[in-house]
């Protein structure tokens, strides 16, 4: 099974700043990387797949890039609703996640 | 507007049974893959099982198997998941899920992501 590991598992931001977490997997998985946000008590929800094409109807402040093992998704200027949990997933093989980034407010 | 609603879940001792449903509205359920995966309270996300549109390929993750069936509908628009030998660890929201293919050229290989979700439904395994 690919492990995924997101780092950090907590960060603190304020509206308006650009953050990145990072993915990695314990083997290779090409550009199989997908990246869900998680606001409080709801479902996830698609922001990126393939690593790097943005999910329909995401805002274009949602990026991401890598290939590989190591992975980033880029919010470039923070809005409320980005106050959120984030997960990474690769889809190479059997489904798995990482085990989330909390972003909280400053 | 596309809809997956759940159904099912609740409370039950370990070692009972419960069935999960979903009913999806939206888009045309028989052409898609869909999944389960589930949440435990304050922990994070573990895909539980896929079925093909057509039900002929069914996955399981290692910790279900032998215990969940998932089957489908398609004449209903509607999922389910049966949970059988039920353990404390199995206490998550599970969510009803399409998980839509692509094809990647550059890999001649197909990946896949999540991208419709439903709200989720509690299972909760205690004593």
């Known amino acids: 099974d690919i492990e995924m590991t997101q780092s950090p598992s907590s960060l603190s931001a304020s509206v308006g700043d650009r953050v990145t977490i990072t993915c990695r997997a314990s083997?290779?998985?090409?550009?199989?990387l997908n990246w869900y946000r998680q606001k409080p008590g709801k479902a996830p929800e698609l922001l990126i797949y393939a690593s790097s094409s943005l999910h329909s109807g995401v805002p274009s402040r949602f990026s991401g890039s890598g290939s590989g093992t190591d992975f980033t998704l880029t919010i470039s200027t923070l809005q409320p609703e980005d106050f959120a949990t984030y997960y990474c997933?690769?889809?190479?093989?059997?489904?798995?996640f990482g085990q989330g980034t909390r972003l909280e407010i400053k | 507007e596309v809809e997956l609603v759940e159904s099912g879940g609740g409370l039950v001792h370990p070692g009972g049974s419960l069935r999960l449903s979903c009913v999806v509205s939206g888009f045309t359920f028989s052409n898609y893959v869909m999944s389960w995966v589930r949440q435990a309270p304050g922990k994070g996300l573990e895909w539980v099982s896929s079925i093909s549109s057509s039900s002929s390929t069914i996955y399981y993750a290692d910790s279900v198997k032998g215990r969940f069936t998932i089957s489908r509908d398609n004449a209903y628009n509607s999922l389910h998941l049966q949970m059988n030998g039920l353990r404390a660890e199995d206490t998550a929201v599970y969510y009803c899920v399409r998980r839509l293919y692509y094809y990647a050229a550059f890999d001649y290989q197909e990946g896949s992501y999540f991208d419709y979700w439903g709200r989720g439904t509690l299972v909760t395994v205690s004593s």
């Open positions: 997933q690769q889809s190479q093989t059997t489904p798995s």
């Open positions: 083997q290779t998985i090409s550009s199989f």
